[in-house]
C-alpha cells in the first residue's frame, strides 16, 4: 500500500538490542520466581527434548525426599565448599585461569550454583561467552535461593541419562526405588556418574567407576561441617 513504511535499519537494530537485552535479564527474573517454594523448574535441555519431540522422565521430590546419601554425595563429588561460597569457588576458578593462561589443561572449576545456572538458563559445551554469563547466573542465584533450594533445584534438573532428569527419576530408572531409599553405593554411583551420565552409567559401572565411587562413598561418610547448611 502507498504510504506504508518499512522499518528503517536503525529500527531493526532497535529491536534486535531490546530483544537480546530482554533475554539477557530474564533468567534473572526467573530467578526471583524460581525462589518460591512451589516453582518446579525445567532446564534448557528439558525443553530442547520437548523441542525434539523426545520428552523426558522428569518427577519433582522435594529435599526431603531425597535420601541425605545422594545430596552428601553429589555435594562431595560436584562442590566440596558448596556451603561456604557465594556460587562461585573462586579459589578453585583463580587456579583454572593460571592454568590458562600458563596454557596447561584447565580442570573444572564448576560449583553446584554455577552448575544449576548452566541446566536451567544456558547451554552444554564450552566456551568464555557462556562461562561469562554463567557466573554472575550463579552468584544471583546463590544470594536469592536458600542453600536448601539451590540442592533441591539442582537435584532436580541434573541430567542422569538420556532422557532422565532429576534425582527421582534417576534413583527409578538406574535402581528401582524412589529417591529417599537409595543406599550409600547407589548415592555414590548416581553421583559420580554426572560428569557426564551418557557414558558413566550408574547403573552399570565398570571398575573405575566403582573405584570412584567407593572414594566418593567415604567421603560423604566423613562429610560432617562441609554439609551444616543443609543438614546443620
Known amino acids: 500500500m502507498r504510504g506504508e513504511r518499512r522499518p528503517s535499519f536503525r529500527s531493526l537494530i532497535r529491536r534486535f538490542v531490546l530483544i537480546a537485552v530482554a533475554l539477557v535479564l530474564l533468567p534473572y527474573l526467573l530467578i526471583l520466581v524460581y525462589a518460591l517454594p512451589f516453582t518446579r523448574?525445567?532446564?534448557?535441555?528439558?525443553?530442547?527434548?520437548?523441542?525434539?519431540?523426545?520428552?523426558?522422565?522428569?518427577?519433582?521430590?522435594?529435599?526431603?525426599?531425597?535420601?541425605?546419601h545422594l545430596v552428601r554425595s553429589v555435594m562431595m563429588s560436584e562442590d566440596g565448599q558448596f556451603c561456604s561460597h557465594g556460587g562461585v569457588d573462586w579459589t578453585q576458578m583463580r587456579g583454572v585461569v593460571e592454568d590458562a593462561l600458563d596454557g596447561e589443561a584447565t580442570r573444572g572449576a564448576s560449583t553446584i550454583p554455577m552448575q544449576t545456572a548452566k541446566n536451567l538458563f544456558l547451554w552444554n559445551g564450552r566456551s568464555f561467552i557462556r562461562k561469562?554469563?554463567?557466573?554472575?547466573?550463579?552468584?544471583?542465584?546463590?544470594?536469592?535461593?536458600?542453600?536448601?533450594?539451590?540442592?533441591?533445584?539442582?537435584?532436580?534438573?541434573?541430567?542422569?541419562?538420556p532422557g532422565?532428569?532429576?534425582?527421582?527419576?534417576?534413583?527409578?530408572?538406574?535402581?528401582?526405588?524412589?529417591?529417599?531409599?537409595?543406599?550409600?553405593?547407589q548415592a555414590a554411583l548416581l553421583a559420580v556418574s554426572l560428569p557426564n551420565?551418557?557414558?558413566?552409567?550408574?547403573?552399570?559401572?565398570?571398575?573405575?567407576?566403582?573405584?570412584?565411587?567407593?572414594?566418593?562413598?567415604?567421603?560423604?561418610?566423613?562429610?560432617?561441617?562441609?554439609?551444616?547448611?543443609?543438614?546443620g
Open 132 to 161: 561469562g554469563l554463567e557466573l554472575p547466573l550463579a552468584i544471583g542465584a546463590d544470594f536469592v535461593w536458600s542453600k536448601r533450594r539451590m540442592m533441591e533445584v539442582y537435584l532436580n534438573i541434573a541430567e542422569w541419562g
Open 41 to 68: 523448574p525445567v532446564s534448557t535441555m528439558m525443553l530442547s527434548e520437548l523441542a525434539l519431540f523426545r520428552g523426558y522422565d522428569r518427577r519433582w521430590v522435594s529435599l526431603d525426599d531425597i535420601s541425605p
Open 164 to 185: 532422565i532428569y532429576g534425582a527421582e527419576a534417576a534413583a527409578q530408572h538406574h535402581f528401582k526405588v524412589p529417591a529417599s531409599k537409595l543406599s550409600a553405593r
Open 197 to 231: 551420565p551418557i557414558t558413566r552409567v550408574a547403573s552399570k559401572p565398570g571398575r573405575g567407576l566403582q573405584r570412584l565411587a567407593g572414594v566418593i562413598e567415604r567421603r560423604a561418610r566423613n562429610s560432617g561441617d562441609y554439609i551444616k547448611c543443609i543438614y
